[in-house]
T-cell receptor, first 115, second 109 residues
C-alpha cells in the first residue's frame, strides 16, 4: 500500500529543545513538502524539496531545518529558535521535479505541543 | 503569493448549493482544490489547468478563469459529508504551490 507516513502523531517539546518530525513516502515521488497549520488557518509552506540533496525555503522557514538524503525521507527539525512551534505539521509529496499540475498527497500529520 | 479565499465560512442545509472563490494577484499555472476534515490530512478534489477549464465529479465542480486569475468551487445539492474546510492551492511555477486560508463549510440536516 503506497502512501505517506508521519511520526509521531503527537510530539511534546520542552523549552530550548530541538525536535525532529519524520516523513516517509513509498510513492516514488521526487518532490516533498512541509506545511504548518495553525488552528482555523490555512497551510503555510515551510520547506520543499524537488530532488534528493536539494531543498528550498518556503514562506516560514525561520526556526526550522530539513534534510533530503534519501528520496523517501524528508525529516523536519523544529529548532529552539522557533519561538511558537505549537501547530499541526503536514508533510506532502508529489510526483514532482519538472512537472506542473501535480497532485500533492498528504500524510496524516503531527501535532506538536510545547510543554 | 498566498491566494485569497472567500467566504471564510458558510453554513448550509442539506440540499443547498454553495460557491467558494479563490483569487490570486499573480498569474497562475494551475489551481488545486482540497477538502480537510478536522484533525485529518487534506484530501485532493481536483486540479484545473492553465488555459481555463471546468471540471467536476458528482455534485462538486470547479472553474478556472485564467484572465481573472480566479477559480471557483461549486457544491450543489450539498450532503452532510461535504462538511469540512476547503482549500485552494495555486501553482505559480514549478512545484511551488501556496494554499489559501480555507473556507469552512458546515452542512446541517
Amino acid at each position: 500500500d503506497g502512501g505517506i507516513t508521519q511520526s509521531p502523531k503527537y510530539l511534546f517539546r520542552k523549552e530550548g529543545q530541538n525536535v525532529t518530525l519524520s516523513c516517509e513516502q513509498n510513492l516514488n515521488h521526487d518532490a516533498m513538502y512541509w506545511y504548518r497549520q495553525d488552528p482555523g488557518q490555512g497551510l503555510r509552506l515551510i520547506y520543499y524539496s524537488q530532488i534528493v540533496n536539494d531543498f528550498q525555503k518556503g514562506d516560514i522557514a525561520e526556526g526550522y531545518s530539513v534534510s533530503r538524503e534519501k528520496k523517501e525521507s524528508f525529516p523536519l527539525t523544529v529548532t529552539s529558535a522557533q519561538k511558537n512551534p505549537t501547530a499541526f505539521y503536514l508533510c506532502a509529496s508529489s510526483m514532482g521535479a519538472g512537472a506542473y499540475q501535480e497532485t500533492q498527497y498528504f500524510g496524516p500529520g503531527t501535532r506538536l505541543l510545547v510543554l | 503569493q498566498q491566494p485569497v479565499q472567500s467566504p471564510q465560512a458558510v453554513i448550509l442545509r442539506e440540499g443547498e448549493d454553495a460557491v467558494i472563490n479563490c483569487s490570486s494577484s499573480k498569474a497562475l499555472y494551475s489551481v488545486h482544490w482540497y477538502r480537510q476534515k478536522h484533525g485529518e490530512a487534506p484530501i485532493f478534489l481536483m486540479i484545473l489547468l492553465k488555459g481555463g477549464e471546468q471540471k467536476g465529479h458528482d455534485k462538486i465542480s470547479a472553474s478556472f478563469n485564467e484572465k481573472k486569475q480566479q477559480s471557483s468551487l461549486y457544491l450543489t445539492a450539498s450532503q452532510l459529508s461535504y462538511s469540512g474546510t476547503y482549500f485552494c492551492g495555486t501553482e505559480y511555477n514549478n512545484n511551488d504551490m501556496r494554499f489559501g486560508a480555507g473556507t469552512r463549510l458546515t452542512v446541517k440536516p
